[in-house]
């Protein structure tokens, strides 16, 4: 069957959407500087174009942004045509993409036996095109659509990593750099919090800020704004037999080049260079959304030439995508054993960040609000953290007629019962203590394993012992019989004894975890180990004023309340005097004595990546030293031990005027 029979109004429907989407975020991020779409959603939309064109070639159109070969640059620049063009780069998108690249240039060059390649990373910034004249920078200019760019030369002079001046005594008449302008995370945070103290709108990403820092009217912001460059392409009047040799010459011409470039021997240490980076990307000071492979023969280059829009000797493997598009085709909630009732997006599945998500969460009524979702509407996930899907944009310019706005339910959907929303908060909650949804999430909790990790209490185990009302809290776990088990769906003799057995052992788990799995708010398992080393009896805690749990060092009052209003409640009581007759251990040993040192009694917190240590074993020394551990900077930190691309909590520190330590401080405080 051909494709005309097979062409729907559906799918001309789809490309004229992708085609009108695809064109305003081309105009916003070339023209305007304000993208609304990142890179990876638009090389996912693009794509799917793509395809749709060569399966229905018919829908190909002049005006297609897969026909267009660039846009043009803003016009309050000056534009200037760049004397050699910045190409771009094809995309490819996993170790297949590579391959087929490979088998086609090898075609094209069928006598070559012996070649490598160069990896270098992707910098996430701004291209710009640098021309040196006997050897001083004389021309910086933006890519625009990579025949015409933007004179940005004054800027550019702003830019501290690039060099005014050739290091070389008698360079040629003409030298051309490409590369790449970015800011590092921290500065790029720095930026954001100096504009919402200012009352001015946050810049999207890095590369959208440094897009906004280059094209500044005041050379003097780009400078304040510390950004960095690192050069990747030099075309040099002289004899360079490789792109490894140019890449050299570069650092002794002045230039920052990435220091984790790599020169790979075939093909298979090329896809074991990106494998590698595509996790230990998150590790670095800025951001990277793929890896440049480069033929490293330049003669081998020349031979191979360009396509109408890309060299056939280099292409870009892009990661898998940090955001994609997809359809809302649903909107539910869950409730959490807290009660907070979250609503959930049920997603038309997607692929993202190498995984295929169905549900992403909407937070809370606010966001959802904010968000003006609606069922069918097209909307942008992102994995917040790169773990958890979340809704981050809806394209309302794609909304379908008659799409309704989202209503929070009145009533909790586990239970029945009247739902609220504290003044305080932005969660709705049900706040009945019989919701079974509740209970749930409180069974599973106290059986995870940095609570009391009783081996076979899981999600759907819990879910039979409340469906069947077997079991009303977690104190009732400690009453469970083999026989009770066994009236359970796919529940065998074998599996019931060890459930029992698993869960009389937990009985022998500390009073720090036991703290922890009450599922009392605010209260990690960190902030069990320190509350059970000031309180090392349940009753000691149960009787602490608010006050008293605030002079932990670490607590704040947010927290201190919470934890008294708990072994307030009655029900609470209960399950205390319950858990007690079960045989749970609810007390522990009070804070070990500690020898007296420097640190003694000092409140710690560690950032960054240290030289030597790792951050647990820094906090095990400081520990053994007398001195507290904690996890956040207040008031009451004595000290920072400050590593490597250190971030906020150092600016913090700072401000508070907190003592910085480096790791080789530290261990002096404590040796004294």
């Not at 509407?377 to 310019?397: F, N």
Request: charged residues 25%; aromatic residues 6%.
């Amino acid at each position: 069957m051909d494709s005309v029979a097979r062409l729907t109004p559906e799918i001309q429907q789809r490309v004229q959407e992708l085609k009108r989407l695809l064109q305003k975020a081309s105009y916003e991020y070339y023209v305007l500087d304000a993208p609304t779409i990142d890179d990876a959603v638009y090389d996912r939309l693009y794509r799917e174009l793509q395809t749709l064109e060569t399966q229905y070639p018919e829908l190909i159109s002049p005006d297609s942004p897969t026909q267009r070969v660039g846009e043009r640059p803003a016009s309050q620049f000056t534009s200037v045509k760049h004397n050699i063009p910045l190409y771009s780069l094809e995309n490819a998108f996993g170790n297949d993409d590579l391959a087929i690249w490979e088998q086609r240039w090898r075609k094209v060059a069928a006598d070559v036996s012996e070649f490598d390649y160069i990896c270098e990373l992707k910098i996430d910034g701004n291209a710009i095109a640098l021309t040196y004249k006997n050897g001083v920078l004389v021309r910086g200019a933006t890519r625009g659509d990579g025949i015409t760019g933007e004179e940005i030369t004054q800027n550019v002079r702003a830019i501290k990593s690039i060099p005014l001046r050739l290091n070389l005594e008698n360079p040629p008449e003409i030298v051309e750099v490409r590369g790449e302008a970015f800011l590092s995370l921290d500065t790029f945070e720095k930026i954001n919090r100096d504009r919402e103290k200012a009352g001015e709108s946050l810049f999207a990403n890095p590369r959208n800020a440094t897009a906004g820092t280059l094209r500044q009217l005041d050379s003097r912001i780009v400078a304040a704004r510390q950004l960095d460059f690192f050069a990747y392409t030099l075309h040099f009047p002289g004899e360079l037999a490789t792109q490894w040799d140019a890449l050299e010459l570069l650092k002794q011409l002045g230039f920052r080049v990435n220091p984790e470039r790599s020169c790979c021997a075939n093909l298979q240490a090329v896809q074991e260079y990106c494998d590698r980076w595509s996790t230990d990307r998150t590790k670095l000071r800025y951001m990277t959304d793929g890896v440049v492979i480069k033929i490293n023969s330049l003669a081998l280059q020349e031979k191979l030439g360009f396509t109408q829009k890309f060299p056939r000797w280099a292409i870009a493997l892009k990661y898998p995508a940090e955001e994609a598009p997809t359809i809302l085709e649903n909107i539910g909630v869950n409730v959490g054993r807290t009660g907070a009732i979250t609503p959930v997006a049920e997603l038309r599945p997607v692929l993202l960040a190498g995984t295929t998500v169905s549900r992403a969460t909407l937070h809370n009524r606010d966001r959802v609000a904010e968000l003006d979702c609606r069922i069918g509407d097209t909307v942008i996930i992102r994995k917040a953290g790169e773990i958890i899907p979340e809704v981050v944009r809806v394209l309302k310019e794609l909304r379908p007629a008659g799409a309704q706005p989202y209503q929070m339910p009145s009533h909790c959907p586990e239970c029945g019962e009247p739902v609220v929303k504290p003044e305080d908060e932005a969660v709705t909650r049900c706040i009945n203590a019989s919701c079974p949804a509740i209970l749930r999430g409180a069974l599973t909790h106290w059986a995870s394993r940095d609570a009391l990790d009783i081996n076979g209490v899981g999600e759907k185990l819990v879910a039979q012992l409340v469906d069947s009302r077997i079991v009303h809290s977690v104190a009732d776990l400690y009453d469970l019989s083999i026989e009770q088990l066994l009236t359970l769906e796919r529940m065998g003799k074998k599996s019931a004894e060890k459930i029992v057995t698993a869960i009389q052992h937990s009985k022998a788990q500390p009073w720090s975890r036991v703290l922890y799995g009450l599922g009392i708010r605010h209260i990690g398992s960190v902030n069990a180990q320190t509350l059970t080393q000031a309180f090392p009896k349940v009753e000691l805690l149960a009787q602490a004023t608010p006050e008293q749990i605030e002079a932990v060092p670490g607590f704040g009052s947010e927290i201190a309340q919470s934890v008294s209003e708990w072994f307030q409640n009655h029900g609470n009581q209960e399950l205390i005097d319950r858990l007690r007759q079960a045989g749970v251990q609810l007390e522990g040993e009070a804070a070990p004595v500690v020898r007296e040192t420097a640190i003694a009694g000092k409140v710690f917190v560690i950032t960054g990546t240290l030289p030597t240590l790792k951050r647990d074993e820094a906090k095990a020394l400081i520990q053994e030293a007398g001195g507290k551990a904690t996890d956040s900077v207040s008031k009451k930190t004595d000290y920072l031990v400050a590593g490597e691309e250190a971030g906020s909590k150092l600016e913090k520190a700072q401000t508070l005027g907190i003592t910085i330590l480096s790791e080789a401080e530290l261990m002096e405080l404590i040796q004294a």
